[in-house]
């Protein structure tokens, strides 16, 4: 057994991981040249800036956790392509470790704790030595682009690989790839993940009253997750805003960091998600802080929640995501014309990128080891758009099966936007200037479900927390009882 948090949470096995490795083998065969092994460097424990300080607890880097599972720091991994055999390499640790940070483990338990074939401590020479045995001539290293950050994992480079060719191109598209489908023991941990923060958000739900502070809710959200979930880690920033703050897409960070005063009647929009074992869940609930919906809340609400479902029926195997990013907003404006705040050919509007102005994210993402998981361009994606609220857009393929994705659509009101548009002669006349300034300070709704795409129909990893404005109504309202 590779992990858990106690008998309560889940008990992740190392097979996981082994399947992982495995995977990627298969993958790389047809692809590499003969005598290959993948090496992989684990991610290393930082202090904060200049001082000895730890900052955060250390989380594994991604690809490395993806093949081998291991919570260390400072490690290097190698995966032979031609036998599948795996090797960890663990640092070797300075005998006073042991006063400061806890027992020096010996190889043998790393070798059954990972369930890797070999365990060999880092030493000068050691890596060389291994990889030799294992007659490797090709070393494929991982350079993996990040297309939503737009930064790079860079390869190891080591000493011990002065006598082997290396490649730094094919492995990254092929190890994206396979991160993009997740096994049945991934959706297993990816599903306990998604049901921790749906509980954590339902006690937020049931907690939450007017005077007290967005960041007493993020407090909560985070203490729930960890005491009773298990999850020592967050998948990102929460983002914990009311009022206004709704229409700020990434509330929460250093500008705004959850710590408005929430008022009596203010919208919540809260986007919180932990992860387990590395496993990321995100899952945005939008409610009033009071228990009870104005009616241009419900209009909103309703507008993204209509929205949401028509794309959960819709995102089948074969469908593009951008197809159903322009669903969404057809469907939100066609609400928001009912309402008034809209007017003309919802069509034409659509056309003239008039849901960038309500919507200007998109839709939802692929979700695995990393919340803004990788992928989202390789495959059949088709080249990220320059339009507004398009050009958001993280991914842009087809769906497949075991694919996991994130729907969250959302309608704000975001004064710089809705600035601009009123004064642009191609959206202005969209908008019922009068209306539109009635919704201004309502802030916005987002609706996040986590879901697996299945040929026999889309599961949703986050449907137990309360989704109608009536369900919501009467789950605040229990509470408050």
Known sequence: MSFDRGVHTLRVSAKLFAENRARLVQALKPHAPPNSVVVLAGGVEKNRYNTDAEDLPFRQESYFFWAFGVH???????????????????????????????????????????????????????????????????????????????????????????????????????FAEARVFKTDAELEVMRYA????????????????????????????????????????????????????????????????????????????????????CYASDVTCSFPSNGKFTDKQKV????????????????????????????????????????????????AAVEARLGAVFMPHGLGHLIGLDVHDVGGYLGDAIPRSKFPGLKSLRTTRTLAERMVITIEPGCYFVDTLLNRALVDEKLSKFLNKEVVETYRGIGGVRIEDDVVIWAKGNENLSASVPRTVEDIEKFMAEARA
């Open 72 to 174: 260390e720091s400072e490690c290097y991994g190698a995966i032979d392509v031609n036998t599948g055999k795996s090797v960890l390499f663990p640092p070797t640790l300075a005998p006073d470790f042991a006063i400061w940070n806890g027992k020096i483990e010996p190889e043998s338990w790393f070798k059954e704790k990972y369930e890797v074939d070999e365990v060999h401590f880092q030493s000068e020479g050691k890596i060389k030595s291994v990889l030799n045995t294992l007659g490797t001539q090709n070393l494929l290293l991982l350079k993996a682009y990040n297309e939503d950050s737009g930064n790079w994992l860079e390869p190891v480079v080591l000493p011990d690989f002065a006598s082997f060719k290396t490649d730094e191109k094919l492995l990254y598209p092929v």
């Open 194 to 277: 998604t049901k921790i923060a749906c509980d954590a958000h339902k006690e937020v739900m049931r907690k939450i009253r007017p005077n007290m502070y967005e960041y007493q809710m993020e407090s909560l959200f985070r203490h729930i997750s960890y005491s009773t979930g298990g999850c020592r880690h967050l998948a990102y920033t929460c983002i914990a805003a009311t009022g206004e703050n709704g229409a700020v897409l990434h509330y929460g960070h250093a500008n705004a960091p959850n710590a408005k005063l929430i008022n009596d009647g203010d919208l919540a929009l809260f986007d919180m998600g932990p992860e387990y074992n």
């Open 300 to 347: 909103v609400y309703n507008a993204v929640l209509k929205a949401s479902n028509a794309v959960f029926e819709q995102a089948k195997p074969g469908v593009r995501w951008t197809d159903m990013h322009i669903l969404a907003e057809r469907v939100i404006l066609t609400d928001l014309k009912a309402a008034g705040v809209v007017v003309g050919d919802i069509e």
